[in-house]
Nanobody
């Protein structure tokens, strides 16, 4: 199996910063895109940012200029630096990755268990 474990969530005041990290482990042959999604109560899960192995990045418009995604391909980790946080950033943040478990297999999509980020006004 492929396991994604997030860390770094918590409570912060508006204008503050948090850094989320996600480590992949398990039976992994290769990983393609990794990213972060978030879901707040009553809303659908939405994309925050994604990054490919080559470093191509995509951000949601709502976080551009405030959040920075990065990855370490050797360690199979992805991080999200969140600055200038706003109350509307409050959500459960999920790590996501496309991975294949062995040569010749197809890529499957995996999710972490989520980490809560709460921004107080």
């Amino acid at each position: 199996q492929v396991r994604l474990v997030e860390s770094g969530g918590g409570l912060v005041q508006a204008g503050g910063s948090l850094r989320l990290s996600c480590a992949a482990s398990g039976s992994i042959f290769s990983i393609n895109a990794m990213g972060w999604y978030r879901q707040s109560p009553g809303k659908q899960r939405e994309l925050v940012a994604t990054i490919t192995p080559g470093g191509s990045i995509n951000y949601a418009d709502s976080v551009k200029g405030r959040f920075t995604i990065s990855r370490d391909n050797a360690k199979i980790t992805v991080s999200l630096q969140m600055n200038s946080l706003k109350p509307e950033d409050t959500a459960v943040y999920y790590c996501n990755a496309d991975a294949r478990r062995y040569l010749g297999s197809s890529y499957s999509n995996y999710w972490g268990q989520g980490t809560q980020v709460t921004v107080s006004s």
